[in-house]
């Protein structure tokens, strides 16, 4: 099996990032942003296009004097990006600039274990690639799950809601399968990259993203790069106590945000409208449907009715309640509200954003807009292709 080509020092690392984030570009253009001389600017860029990764494509226009050539990340680099979340799996292929050239999308319960599942992407994988979208190699592969993972090793690691996952090793098995390199990594720090490289933050360098679905977690983005923590727990934000005297949470604590807002919590909300008499609305969903979900609530909010209103704005003030604390400590940028529950819309972002405002130190939310994933189910697997491009064009 052939080895995935990677640059052998920081020059060539830093030149195909720099192709990679800005398309092609004249030798003259690279030269000027990469300090180096024309004749080791050359020897770089030749380096490259042997090892397959850049290749020449034409003429720039003049800027006085000799012509300079024109270059860019081969046409045949692939990364593939694996979203696998609690309900659905995310397959997708890109090319070299993390351009999207095949997504697809299927409902996957992850509780069938890691096996299952896993074998399932690859089937997906192998769809795309029947549809000719991989030409060769893939060159890397970015796969996110679930739940708490230890980025080092490549594994979840007591994941709760992903029975027979547990220290599964995904990254070794699925780089034995395609032959390239693989990292695994939360779904939540794979929607902050997918939004910092081609969403919402794309000119933001410190940011978080608050993902609300079945679970609540937190991206944490500093200076361009995901904030792991030491275990890589950092983010893990659903088990914040909002109150003492609050719901008992899945987790066995009582008065945890995920136990206030999130899938289950809404669904039990929604269930308890319905079943008391508030909601005929709600009521009727339950009659047709047999259970109510939060896509039921974001429904009936949206036709207007007052008891689906009032859970998620209550749902929205919990969030911003935590989420004023966060701001405080970290002072970012911009706050992205993403997950399921983003859809909930703009009611639930103006409870989130006044809470917020209200609570939070001036200096810290004089500048700082909130505002919902703009990429929505596009921002894991772009986050995933994004993750394993930084590492193979890297030395490390
Ligand atoms: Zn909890």
Sequence with gaps: MRMTARPQNVHQARLLRLLRDEGPRSRAELGDVVRLSRSKLAVELDRL?????????????????????IVRLSPRLRFVAFDIGATSIDVAVTDGELEVLGHVNEPCDVRQGATAVLDRALDLLGKLRDQGLIDGQVHG??????????????????????????????????????GCPVLVDNDVNLMA???????????VDDFLLVKIGTGIGCGIVVDGSIYRG??????????IRV????????CGNAGCLEAYFGGAALARDATAAAASGESAH??????????????????????????SVRIIREGGRHVGQVLAGLVSFFNPGLVIIAGGVAGLGHTLLAEIRSVVYRRSAPLATGNLPIVLSELAGAAGVVGGARLISDHVFSTA
Excluded: K, N, Y
Excluded at 49 to 69: D, F
Excluded at 230 to 239: L, N
């Design 141 to 178: 592969t970015g796969i996110g799950v679930p739940g708490p993972v230890s980025f080092r090793d490549g594994m979840p690691v007591v994941p709760p809601i992903m029975p027979g996952w547990d220290r599964f090793p995904v990254r070794d098995a699925i780089g034995q399968e395609l």
């Design 243 to 250: 109150d003492d005297g609050g719901p008992v949470c899945a």
């Design 282 to 307: 709600l009521a009727a969903l339950l009659e047709t449907h047999g259970e109510l979900t939060g896509e039921h609530v974001s429904l009936a909010a949206a036709a207007g009715d007052p008891a």
């Design 49 to 69: 296009v042997e090892l397959g990764l850049v290749e020449g494509a034409g003429l720039a226009a003049s800027r006085g004097g000799r012509r300079s050539g």
């Design 230 to 239: 030491v275990s890589g727990s950092a983010g893990d934000i659903g088990h």
């Design 193 to 203: 990259l997918g939004e910092l490289t081609s969403g919402v933050a794309r000119s």
